[in-house]
């Protein structure tokens, strides 16, 4: 089945501890976004790649960063810098080769706590 | 600046009932609309895209909407709502065909009645 993993579902951590979040597809997109979802909220852009090796900030990108070595694979790393990282986070991909109207595909997220 | 708007934040309706969902978007290009539906601790999935074609899109689990530039709206309908419909509904915006120009809309919860 084509789709996008993202691993684990919970994750807990201690606070002053990085955690890095997994995304992977095998849908072959070019394009890999990850958003963050607080209760009651609607999505937030935190990183996005465009290709491998590439990948552009977005509006929350403090605390947090990205690296994109292979098409597949988009980890996000949570740093200890990041001041309230208990959310739900996602990850998407989409086709991005030019075609009108390519939407996101989205992985199942992952809900992580910080104590 | 490109936004959306949801213009209500919960909307309830009872099992049998129609579902209207709206959605109100600014932009000066002719944009491409999704309309996405979020269950509880689960990721987004897609119930219809909107792309220059037919204005009225026809989606999953029989629901629709259509597309009317005049008043720059993209409002989500189902004629029967069932209970597995209650669930967050995000509308967004896509303004061109590259890049992460997809625009959210705060999001609607929808609550089914018994």
């Known amino acids: 089945d084509g789709g996008i993993t993202q691993s684990p579902k919970y994750l807990f951590r201690k606070e002053g501890q990085n955690v890095t979040l997994s995304c992977e597809q095998n849908?072959?997109?070019?394009?890999m976004y990850w958003y963050r979802q607080d209760p009651g909220q609607g999505l937030r852009l935190i990183y996005y790649?465009?290709?491998?090796?590439?990948?552009q900030k977005g509006d929350i990108a403090e605390g947090y960063s990205v690296s994109r070595e292979k098409k597949e694979s988009f980890p996000l790393t949570v740093t200890s810098a990041q001041k309230n990282p208990t959310a739900f986070y996602l990850c998407?991909?989409?086709?991005?080769?030019?075609?009108?109207?390519?939407?996101?595909?989205f992985g199942p997220g992952t809900r992580l706590t910080v104590t | 600046a490109q936004s959306v708007t949801q213009l209500d934040s919960h909307v309830s309706v009872s099992e049998g009932t129609p579902v209207l969902l709206r959605c109100n978007y600014s932009?000066?290009?002719?944009?491409?609309l999704f309309w996405y539906v979020q269950h509880p601790n689960k990721g987004l999935q897609l119930l219809l895209k909107?792309?220059?074609?037919?204005?009225l899109v026809k989606g999953i689990n029989g629901f629709e909407a259509e597309f009317k530039k005049s008043e720059t709206s993209f409002h989500l309908t189902k004629p029967s709502a069932h209970m597995s419909d209650a669930a967050e509904y995000f509308c967004?915006?896509?303004?061109?065909?590259?890049?992460?120009?997809?625009?959210f809309g705060p999001g609607t919860r929808l609550s089914v009645l018994p």
């Open positions: 790649s465009q290709i491998v090796n590439d990948f």
């Open positions: 849908l072959n997109h070019d394009a």
């Open positions: 967004v915006v896509r303004l061109d065909n590259y890049g992460q120009n997809f625009v």
């Open positions: 932009s000066s290009y002719s944009p491409s």
């Open positions: 909107y792309t220059s074609a037919a204005t």
């Open positions: 998407a991909s989409s086709i991005d080769s030019g075609l009108v109207g390519n939407e996101q595909y």
